[in-house]
């Protein structure tokens, strides 16, 4: 595995939408363990494929398997998603505000509004169709990688936006 370079603002291609993969073959299982990788060499949650100079639609996320392993911060209870062609197909319309930042916007940190929960369609890493359901954080880490496909940072989203005092929580990122 590889750590590649994560591109930041003004990279276009992080302006473009991503395209949806076609082939579940050995560059993409390459590709997809680099991210992985990637994410935790940052340190971040989340990584989405335009952050690493891929226009296609991958993300991959690490983070509390459940809410009451983030509740007691069990580092050993820690889960990694892969979607492919990720959508959602169905959103709360209970939402929280929330404090992101991003790797891609280096020491920036904003207020976004997000749904509480989402519903997920996409594919695993092998194709093979996959359902989810994130609440909290984890619905806020989706959305963050899910808007990058479609060439949407968190800043276009953000209510207001600030160079925080102190780099942002290091498990904020993604
Ligand atoms: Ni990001």
């Not at 003004?10 to 073959?25: C, E, I, M, S």
């Not at 009451?68 to 959508?87: F, G, H, L």
């Not at 930042?101 to 997920?120: A, K, M």
């Not at 609440?135 to 949407?152: C, S």
Request: neutral net charge; contains cysteine.
């Amino acid at each position: 595995m590889t750590i590649r370079p994560i591109v930041t603002v003004p990279n276009p291609v992080l302006r473009r939408k991503a395209r949806p993969v076609t082939a579940f073959d050995k560059r993409l299982q390459i590709l997809i363990d680099d991210m992985i990788e990637t994410m935790r060499a940052a340190p971040g949650v989340g990584l989405a494929a335009p952050q690493v100079s891929v226009s296609e639609r991958v993300i991959v996320v690490e983070y509390y398997e459940s809410e009451e392993a983030e509740a007691a911060e069990d580092q050993t209870r820690k889960k990694v998603w892969v979607v492919i062609n990720p959508e959602i197909v169905k959103a709360s319309p209970e939402t929280v505000m929330g404090v992101e930042g991003c790797l891609s916007i280096p020491n920036v940190v904003g207020e976004v509004e997000r749904h509480q929960t989402v519903h997920l369609k996409g594919l695993s890493r092998r194709g093979q169709p996959l359902r989810l359901k994130a609440t909290g954080w984890l619905a806020r880490i989706f959305q963050h990688e899910i808007d990058h496909l479609n060439g949407v940072l968190f800043t276009d989203r953000a209510t207001r936006v600030w160079l925080p005092e102190s780099q942002a929580k290091q498990e904020d990122r993604v």
